[in-house]
């Protein structure tokens, strides 16, 4: 079955306690993303990778980074995780970056950060 | 990021439709998308529709396009309680590829 997955769904951390959540594709897709979703605000992203060891900053990457060592993985580290990145992620990808690709969305992972 | 703007909340009776609206401010978006958010998912492309159409119909879904006013707007014919999800509109706009830009999501409740 083709799909994202996210590891873990759910997560409670503390301050500074450093973490990744894995995210895997089975598709072949050459793009792939992480998003926050917070209330009101709808889906930021975080950050994004075009292909193989090319990734770059979207419009909330501070506090995270991520690398893309294999097309399939995408994983994203915070090294010292707050409060304030108490959120809902997801992690998606597409075969390309053209409209017209439809984006694939994991299930999601919840962050609570005490 | 753009702008892409939908209200917070909407309840309709089941067997009404629902509207669910959202503007964008970036003319030169190519795609706009309608995405569905269940409890406890990811999110799911609805449908989408290009930008130089008007209007796109999918079975119980209708989009609608007003490029002049950047107005998007779904509804859902005969909406039942599985209809009852928060619905993201996005625009698509190509400029680089960080490009797909969310709205804040309307969350629709059908009350039985």
């Known amino acids: 079955e083709a799909q994202v997955t996210q590891n873990p769904r759910y997560l409670i951390t503390v301050t500074g306690k450093k973490l990744t959540v894995t995210c895997s594709q089975n598709?072949?897709?050459?793009?792939m993303s992480w998003y926050r979703q917070d209330p009101g605000l709808g889906l930021r992203q975080i950050y994004y990778?075009?292909?193989?060891?090319?990734?770059d900053k979207g419009d909330v990457p501070e506090g995270y980074k991520v690398s893309r060592k294999e097309k399939r993985n995408f994983p994203l580290i915070l090294e010292s995780p707050s409060p304030n990145q108490t959120s809902l992620y997801f992690c998606?990808?597409?075969?390309?970056?053209?409209?017209?690709?439809?984006?694939?969305f994991g299930p999601g992972t919840r962050l609570t950060v005490l | 990021g753009e702008d892409v703007e939908q209200s917070l909340f909407l309840s309709v009776r089941e067997g009404d439709s629902s509207v669910i609206n959202c503007t964008y401010t970036?003319?030169?978006?190519?795609?706009l998308y309608w995405y569905k958010q269940e409890p406890g998912a990811g999110l799911q492309l609805l449908t989408y529709?290009?930008?130089?159409?008007d209007m796109k119909q999918d079975q119980r879904l209708t989009v609608l396009l007003n490029k002049k006013d950047k107005h998007l707007s779904l509804r859902i014919a005969d909406t039942q309680t599985g209809d009852s999800a928060i619905y993201f509109c996005?625009?698509?706009?190509?400029?680089?590829?960080?490009?797909?830009?969310f709205g804040t999501g309307t969350r629709l409740t059908v009350i039985p």
């Open positions: 998606a990808s597409s075969f390309g970056t053209s409209g017209r690709n439809e984006q694939f």
């Open positions: 598709m072949n897709h050459e793009y």
């Open positions: 990778s075009m292909n193989v060891e090319v990734t």
């Open positions: 529709i290009f930008s130089n159409m």
């Open positions: 970036d003319s030169s978006s190519t795609y």
């Open positions: 996005a625009e698509f706009v190509e400029s680089g590829a960080n490009n797909l830009f």
